[in-house]
Nanobody, 121 residues
């Protein structure tokens, strides 16, 4: 069984920074893409940023220039550095691992439990 464990998040003032981390554990052979999604109250879950095993990155337009995603393939880990945070960044942030090939030689997608990010003065 594959698990994603997230850390980071919390309360920060507008303009501040936070760093989210996520590590995948279990019988993992490979992970195609890892990323972060967020869901604000009353809204649909949306992609924040994602990175493939080859290093290709995609960002939501709303976070470009402020958020940076990075990945450690050897550790099956992904991080999201969030700078210049705005109140509209407030949401539950979820780590995602896409097309995980596990020890049973099957592909599946996995989600973390979510971590709250609140940007408020």
């Amino acid at each position: 069984q594959v698990q994603l464990v997230e850390s980071g998040g919390g309360l920060v003032q507008p303009g501040g920074s936070l760093r989210l981390s996520c590590a995948a554990s279990g019988s993992i052979l490979s992970i195609d893409a890892m990323g972060w999604y967020r869901q604000a109250p009353g809204k649909q879950r949306e992609l924040v940023a994602a990175i493939t095993s080859g290093g290709s990155i995609s960002h939501a337009d709303s976070v470009k220039g402020r958020f940076t995603i990075s990945r450690d393939n050897a550790k099956n880990a992904v991080a999201l550095q969030m700078n210049s945070l705005k109140p509209e960044d407030t949401a539950v942030y979820y780590c995602n691992a896409e097309r995980v090939l596990s020890g049973n030689y099957r592909y599946a997608d996995y989600w973390g439990q979510g971590t709250q990010v609140t940007v408020s003065s």
